[in-house]
């Protein structure tokens, strides 16, 4: 129900004036009209395609237990699984097109490949860490195993004797050292083929992702023919650490190089119009917006150092005590002490190489929380709001 409302318009020509009476209609709520429904949220499926959803996968895996394990001799939680992943899609599909079109019924498909794979994956990540765990537990329990060396400790001693002190301390110093190198190389090679740019910046980029897929016994033997055997240098931490950023450099590189492309180009053109150089607006301008960006890139220059075995085992060698001189002989570290762990024929040694293991994946899990606080951008402190007493007397008015 409308109400109707006469307006009259005057138009004034060259010849004269023309009246014209237009009509305004006022829309009036309907008072018995039922009460609106709330929409649901766009992509947030009902309960019915939930239901269907569920359904579907619940009644793949009855009918691929029957065919794995009944009718065909295909025993085994393998066979299960795959059988299920193929009927669950078929089923899912078959459903969905039931009461939907077939952008629908590809959309449910993609999407149960999607979510399969992404369960693999973690599968796959969960029984690692838990099968690595699970073989190291016992020399996690004595508080030595974490602060003394293997200085005078046999194989086959208790874990109550000998400890990675020292190989924790070993990939420390050679972390920071190869940390300190890349971080400024690598973010500067960024800036360089980002802001800078010209013919030169392509054969860097080209160099760059070139050496991203450099395996990392070439790095290794670089710097053992480099530094150790043309210059005459020692094996030592120093030169594992130098191995160590030959590997984390073109990742950090190329994943800063990435970050700095995503900046907003009206960010730089801002700055330069308020007068500021090229050099303050990478500094104050697009370095700080892209550091979140920044330390993500350092995150996987370090993941990649970290657990690199052979340029460290050709660069620094194996130590059993405590060295805090980087140039000062060969230096431990996990990935080393790991590796020659799990060598051992004897079971102790072995139990102790995973017990390394499970302290090497808690370093890289505490470094990346560390680096992700730091990463955050700083929150906008909450202050209270204050309303005038003009603002209160026309509210309550």
């Given at each position: 129900?409308?109400?109707?409302?006469?307006?009259?318009?005057?138009?004034?020509?060259?010849?004269?004036?023309?009246?014209r009476t237009a009509t305004t209609y006022l829309p009036v709520r309907d008072l018995d009209a039922p009460p609106a429904v709330r929409r649901a949220s766009l992509g947030r499926p009902t309960a019915e395609e939930r239901f269907t959803v569920v359904g579907a996968w619940v009644g793949a895996f009855a009918l691929a237990w029957i065919v794995t394990q009944r009718l065909l001799p295909l025993a085994g939680p393998a066979w299960?699984?795959?059988?299920?992943?193929v009927l669950g899609l078929v089923m899912s599909a078959v459903t969905t097109s039931m009461t939907g079109r077939r952008v629908d019924v590809v959309d449910r498909v993609v999407s149960g490949v999607v979510t399969s794979g992404a369960l693999v994956v973690g599968a796959a990540l969960v029984s690692t860490v838990v099968f690595v765990v699970y073989r190291g537990w016992e020399p996690l329990l004595h508080l030595n195993f974490f602060i003394d060396d293997?200085?005078?400790?046999?194989?086959?001693?208790?874990?109550?004797?000998?400890?990675?002190?020292?190989a924790i301390l070993g990939s420390?110093?050679?972390?920071?050292?190869?940390?300190?190198?890349?971080?400024?190389?690598?973010?500067g090679t960024a800036v360089f083929m980002t802001e800078v740019g010209g013919r030169f910046a392509v054969v860097v980029r080209t160099i760059v992702e070139a050496m991203t897929a450099l395996p990392s016994i070439v790095a290794g033997l670089f710097v053992y023919t480099v530094l150790i055997v043309a210059l005459g240098f020692p094996r030592s931490g120093f030169a594992a650490a130098m191995a160590l950023s030959v590997m984390m450099l073109p990742i950090i590189a190329r994943a800063a190089d990435v970050v700095l492309r995503v900046v907003p180009g009206g960010l730089r053109e801002a700055s330069l119009a308020l007068g500021a150089s090229r050099w303050r607006t990478v500094w104050h301008v697009v370095l700080p917006t892209a550091r979140p960006g920044l330390a993500t890139a350092l995150i996987l220059g370090v993941a990649r150092g970290v657990g690199e075995t052979s340029p460290v085992l050709l660069t620094s060698g194996v130590a059993t005590f405590f060295v805090t001189d980087p140039t000062d002989g060969v230096m431990n570290s996990l990935p080393l002490y790991i590796f020659k762990g799990a060598r051992s024929p004897e079971p102790m040694d072995i139990e102790r190489a995973f017990a390394?293991?499970?302290?090497?994946?808690v370093l890289v899990l505490v470094l990346f929380v560390i680096a992700r606080l730091v990463a955050r951008p700083p929150r906008a402190s909450a202050r209270p709001r204050r309303?005038?007493?003009?603002?209160?007397?026309?509210?309550?008015?």
């Open positions: 129900m409308s109400t109707t409302q006469d307006r009259t318009a005057h138009d004034t020509t060259a010849t004269g004036t023309t009246t299960l699984l795959v059988a299920w992943f293997m200085a005078g400790v046999g194989p086959r001693d208790p874990f109550d004797r000998g400890g990675i002190g020292h420390a110093i050679e972390l920071g050292i190869a940390i300190a190198v890349t971080l400024p190389l690598g973010i390394a293991a499970t302290v090497l994946l309303t005038t007493r003009a603002k209160r007397t026309a509210e309550e008015s």
